[in-house]
Every structure is written in C-alpha cells, then in structure tokens.
C-alpha cells in the first residue's frame, strides 16, 4: 500500500510569517520617525533617549504577535494531529480517534473507541509542556528582534560619529539593516513552525510505538541536496542524521513516514 504524504502546516507558518514581519515593518517605521530630528552633535543625550522610546515602541508592537503564539501551536498541533490519523489509517487501516488537545484554553473530547494499545482519547499529557517550552523559546527569539536591531543601531551611530560620517550616511546604514531584520523575522516564524510540526510527529509516533522511520522530502528545488541523498532511507528515532530528525533543520519541510514494524499498530500478516 502507498503510504500517504504528510503535509506541512503552511498555512500556520505563513499566517505566523505575516503577523511578525508587519510587526517587524512597523517598528522600523518607529526607527525612522524617532531619528529623523536627531541632533548628532549632541547625539549622545538624543540617544539614551531614543532607545529608551524605541524598546518601549518594540515592546509594544511585538507583544500581540507574542500574545498569538499558543494559537499558533495549538493550530500546529491539531494539523498534525489531522496528518497524523491519515497517516495511520492508510497505512494500518485504523480508525484512530483525535487528540484531546487540552491546550491553549480549548477542550475536544472525541467519541471513546479502543484502538489497540493506544489511549482511546489520546489525552497526550506531554503536549501542555511541549507547548509552554516552544511558547518560551518563541518568545525569547521574537523579543530579540527589536533588541538586536537596537544595539545594531546604537553601533552604527557611535562608529559614524566617531569616524566623522554625514547624519544621510548614517541614516543610510541603519535602514540596510531593515532588510537583514525582515529577513531573520521570516526565518523564524518558518523554522520554529517547521520545528514543532517535527516535535508533535516524533512524540506521536513514539506514544504508537514507533521507533523508526523512512526519511521522505518534498523534492523540489528548494531541498538540500543532502536531504535528498536521505530520500527513503531508514533511521531510528533514538539515533538522528547529523543535522537532525525530518522538519528539525533550519527551514526543513521533510517529514517521517513511520515504519509501523514492532508498533501497536503492528499486528503481523
């Protein structure tokens, strides 16, 4: 029987790419209004000043994005979930029933059915904590965008001064830094998607019993080439490539597609 693709929530990540590069275009908007009138013969005075402004405009800006993020895996995780139970009955020909899914404030408590070994309601008690540590990590990683391109912008202005430049030259730098700031914006609304997509499949795959997996790509042009070496190769969930389980690189888009031998779903001819 052909196994069936496991698909990668793009949705989600494009709803989360969006929601933080808009924030990341407006705090830069914030940049340019608050340095267009300094002074930079007194810019030290204009400076304490206006970083003091800008961190409170960046708290500002992100925190919504922020406030979404146990949406977003919440929606993660109810996509894989949905892959995951596709994923199962055509390769076993099992029914098995939702996850409880008892996180970010939502309740579902499917119809009770005994699936072999498995948990009839699926409770997954790990998938709170799981939640909670990628909320932190995402956190964490979007309040380092404003506080990075702040000290980069403190940089830029005391070395401009220091050597001399003209207030357009040092306008000039600050703002090529914008691209570099948008750029990392996407990268990780992307990978961290990718990465807990990754995390929910191997937990999953683990409560079923499942210790190996064939290693399956989206093969087109944006693969890594090593990736595409791995296409179809068999690894164990206990021992990663090099660089990581399917959908744990950066900006991976591969998946596991679970070898059910010595599974619960693995009940011989």
């Given at each position: 029987?052909?196994?069936?693709?496991?698909?990668h929530?793009y949705?989600?990540?494009?709803d989360?790419?969006?929601?933080?590069?808009?924030?990341?275009?407006?705090?830069?908007?914030e940049?340019?209004?608050?340095?267009g009138d300094?002074?930079?013969?007194?810019?030290?005075?204009?400076l304490?000043g206006?970083?003091?402004?800008?961190?409170?405009a960046?708290?500002?800006?992100?925190?919504?994005?922020?406030?979404?993020?146990?949406?977003?895996?919440?929606?993660?995780s109810?996509?894989n979930?949905?892959?995951?139970?596709?994923?199962?009955?055509v390769?076993?020909?099992?029914?098995?029933?939702?996850?409880?899914?008892?996180i970010?404030?939502?309740?579902?408590?499917?119809?009770?059915?005994?699936v072999?070994?498995v948990?009839?309601?699926?409770?997954?008690?790990?998938l709170?904590?799981?939640?909670?540590?990628?909320?932190?990590?995402?956190?964490?990683?979007?309040?380092s965008i404003?506080?990075d391109?702040?000290?980069d912008?403190?940089?830029?202005?005391?070395?401009?001064?220091?050597n001399?430049?003209?207030?357009d030259?040092i306008k000039?730098?600050?703002?090529?830094?914008y691209?570099?700031?948008?750029?990392?914006?996407?990268?990780?609304?992307?990978?961290?998607i990718?990465?807990?997509?990754?995390?929910?499949?191997?937990q999953?795959?683990?409560?079923?019993?499942?210790?190996?997996?064939?290693?399956?790509?989206?093969?087109d042009?944006?693969e890594?080439?090593?990736?595409?070496?791995?296409?179809g190769e068999?690894?164990?969930?206990?021992n990663?490539?090099?660089?990581?389980h399917?959908?744990?690189?950066?900006r991976?888009?591969?998946?596991?597609?679970?070898?059910?031998?010595?599974s619960?779903f693995d009940?011989?001819?």
């Open positions: 029987m052909m196994a069936r693709v496991w698909l929530p949705g989600i990540e494009r989360y790419t969006n929601s933080l590069v808009r924030a990341t275009r407006q705090f830069n908007k940049i340019n209004s608050s340095y300094m002074r930079f013969d007194g810019w030290q005075d204009d304490i206006i970083l003091a402004y800008l961190r409170n960046g708290n500002r800006i992100f925190q919504p994005v922020i406030e979404r993020l146990p949406s977003f895996f919440s929606l993660t109810q996509f979930d949905k892959q995951w139970r596709l994923i199962v009955k390769g076993t020909g099992v029914e098995l029933p939702p996850s409880q899914a008892i970010a404030g939502q309740t579902t408590v499917p119809v009770s059915s005994g072999l070994g948990d009839a309601y699926r409770a997954e008690s790990w709170r904590e799981m939640q909670e540590l990628w909320v932190s990590e995402n956190t964490r990683l979007i309040k404003p506080a391109e702040l000290s912008m403190e940089g830029i202005i005391q070395r401009g001064v220091m001399g430049s003209s207030a030259t000039k730098q600050i703002q090529e830094r691209g570099v700031t948008e750029r990392r914006a996407k990268l990780i609304a992307v990978d961290q990718g990465k807990a997509n990754s995390a929910l499949t191997k999953r795959q683990a409560d079923a019993g499942v210790t190996r997996y064939k290693w399956r790509g989206v093969l042009e944006r890594r080439q090593v990736h595409l070496f791995r296409e068999s690894y164990e969930w206990s990663p490539p090099p660089d990581g399917p959908g744990q690189p950066i991976c888009r591969c998946y596991a597609e679970p070898d059910w031998t010595g619960v009940i011989g001819e």
